[in-house]
């Protein structure tokens, strides 16, 4: 089950709005770790991955950042409701 989820993960993660042409196997490679490590609660749901890698942008690997643009620092992520404790 545990194999399923992490290629479903890469999957995900690959199939993510990018804002380089890279190839699917280039992303998997520069995102593989950060997507498991900041995101991986959120399999299945490609949409919250996505959202949660850009909103770990500023941690993620430069290799992976290069994958995705850059926020605007005008227009932070939002924040999910309770993050902040409160």
Known sequence: MKLT???FLVAC???AN?????TRDEQT?????DAIKFCAIHIP????IEECMK????KLS???QAMFDAPDDDNPPSRQAGSDGS
């Open 5 to 7: 989820s992490l290629a």
């Open 13 to 15: 993660v690959a199939a």
């Open 18 to 22: 990018v804002g380089t042409a890279a």
């Open 29 to 33: 490679k520069a995102c593989k770790h």
């Open 45 to 48: 749901n490609r949409q919250k």
């Open 55 to 58: 909103a770990h942008y500023g």
């Open 62 to 64: 430069p290799q992976c």
